[in-house]
């Protein structure tokens, strides 16, 4: 009881210094902003601060299990950002710290892979290590696993699998061992080759796999064309599918590529004004075909790429809808050494549609089926844009 009265004391203080005055934040310095930022926050208000405190009271009383003033404070914290949406979160020291030992752009998985056990009809852990973070997670190699994110793995082939377990350096997935088991969050941290992968298809259709958009893309993409120049193309197949994304400015030079004018992409937010980023004058690929295959893994920057080709009837898009993620994230560090990573622009395609939420439409709809394989299923996406009018 007296562990209670003083939490409530420290809340009531608290109270008390949001209700007499505005304050100002820590200095919101981090990766994409500038250094001894600050802002001063409008004042808080009074009843819902006095409901938490009458409910954090009962909570702290009355809860089957004892919990700290420090876990529930974090608990509170946690829900407060991550109710906002589904990119938004709370970092502690350690995933801070984690975090920004990773570069923007970068590909990963996760510190193990899955490989489908004929005999349990499951796909099971391997390849783990006892250091492995998912070992102190309490993974264990031959544990099978039931859903990656919102995906039952039952019915899904080696690469559908695989697909879930890669995505932007950092980012997190959830995965859950048994149908009722509560689900384990796990970072991506395995950094995986991006390299662009090239192939020249017998119908002289240049394919592209971009796997995710990094410095360089642009000019590599240029590049590949370039070298191919001779050999008489008759169109490029970017092949988007599973990209997540990668550098916002990546997509915008790689879409310049192909746009001689107008808008690639636009950004609004409430609180950092509103961008827009236009196409150069250049003419080097403008006698190009350009088809861009995507699935509802392509996101992000790639999804921004998408939508500014085929809004100004650049390239014709093909696949499955997009993943629709269309938001700026950034960090603002706390004085206790974490961080928000919290939302604050949303994305906008050349006509003035929001990504977040809603994803690109292809011009045709045309899903890769489980029992179709790969090359057939590529051959066939090059053969329908070569015959294109």
């Avoid at 949406?85 to 193990?112: C, H, M, N, W």
Wanted: proline share 3%.
């Amino acid at each position: 009881m007296v562990q209670y009265g003083k939490s409530v004391v420290l809340l009531t203080a608290l109270l008390m210094f949001l209700n007499h005055s505005a304050f100002a934040a820590p200095s919101a310095a981090g990766l994409d902003f500038d250094e001894g930022e600050t802002r001063t926050y409008d004042e808080v208000p009074v009843e819902p601060i006095q409901q938490f405190v009458q409910i954090y009271g009962i909570v702290k009383e009355n809860y089957v299990n004892e919990k700290s003033d420090d876990a529930l404070f974090q608990q509170a914290i946690k829900g407060l950002v991550g109710g906002l949406d589904r990119y938004s979160r709370y970092l502690s020291p350690e995933d801070y710290k984690q975090l920004l030992q990773y570069t923007e752009g970068d590909i990963a998985s996760v510190d193990f892979e899955l490989a489908y056990d004929s005999s349990l009809h499951q796909w099971v852990i391997q390849g783990l290590k006892k250091d492995a973070d998912s070992s102190r997670q309490g993974l264990r190699n031959g544990v099978s696993v039931f859903k990656v994110d919102d995906h039952e793995l039952r019915k899904l082939n080696h690469d559908q699998v695989n697909n879930l377990l890669t995505g932007s350096i950092g980012s997190t997935l959830s995965i859950q061992l048994a149908q009722n088991s509560i689900p384990i969050s796990l970072v991506r941290n395995k950094k995986l080759e991006t390299d662009i992968q090239s192939q020249l298809l017998h119908n002289q259709v240049l394919v592209l796999r971009v796997k995710v958009f990094k410095q360089e893309t642009a000019n590599e993409i240029k590049n590949l064309i370039e070298a191919h120049s001779g050999s008489k193309l008759k169109a490029v197949l970017l092949d988007l599918r599973n990209n997540p994304g990668g550098l916002l400015s990546s997509a915008v030079e790689t879409a310049d590529l192909f746009l001689n004018q107008g808008i690639i992409v636009s950004t609004k937010s409430r609180a950092e004004g509103d961008q827009q980023f236009q196409a150069l004058p250049g003419f080097e690929f403008q006698n190009l075909k350009v088809g861009i295959l995507i699935n509802n893994r392509s996101a992000s920057a790639t999804e921004v790429f998408t939508a500014a080709l085929k809004e100004h009837k650049r390239a014709w898009v093909i696949g499955e809808k997009s993943y629709g993620k269309g938001v700026v994230q950034k960090l603002f560090p706390l004085s206790n050494g974490a961080a928000l990573q919290m939302t604050v622009s949303h994305y906008y395609t050349p006509s003035g549609r929001m990504i977040e939420g809603t994803g690109i439409y292809p011009d045709q709809l045309y899903p890769l089926q489980q029992d179709v394989k790969e090359d057939i299923y590529l051959n066939h996406v090059a053969e329908m844009l070569v015959n294109r009018k």
